[in-house]
């Protein structure tokens, strides 16, 4: 039996710093995208364009720290760090 996606993401926790660990470098370059990308290959859906104010918002407190957007952002326009000690990923079994 194979458990879905968000059965998965149950059981993982993010501990969350006051400072987002993910920064859009240039909000010009996600204006300026076609694709919006990161609002698909993020498995946490961390990214989400909002056409209003035409921005990309991140919620960084859903980040699983998989460093997905590092690379697959066709712009490399998203700067990933660790978040720093104390905070980030923790898991809920095992």
């Given at each position: 039996?194979?458990?879905n996606?968000?059965?998965?993401?149950?059981?993982?926790?993010?501990?969350c710093?006051?400072?987002?660990h993910?920064?859009?470098?240039e909000?010009?370059?996600?204006?300026?995208?076609?694709?919006?990308?990161?609002n698909?290959?993020?498995?946490?859906?961390v990214?989400?364009w909002?056409?209003?104010?035409?921005?990309?918002?991140?919620?960084?407190e859903?980040?699983?720290?998989c460093?997905t957007?590092?690379?697959?952002?066709?712009?490399?326009?998203?700067?990933w760090?660790?978040?720093q000690?104390?905070y980030?990923?923790?898991?809920k079994?095992g």
């Amino acid at each position: 039996m194979s458990q879905n996606l968000s059965d998965k993401l149950y059981t993982i926790r993010f501990k969350c710093d006051d400072v987002s660990h993910l920064t859009i470098k240039e909000t010009d370059v996600c204006v300026d995208c076609t694709t919006k990308d990161c609002n698909f290959f993020c498995p946490a859906d961390v990214y989400d364009w909002d056409p209003s104010q035409k921005i990309t918002t991140v919620a960084y407190e859903n980040c699983i720290e998989c460093g997905t957007c590092r690379i697959a952002c066709p712009a490399y326009n998203i700067e990933w760090v660790y978040p720093q000690g104390g905070y980030g990923m923790s898991y809920k079994l095992g």
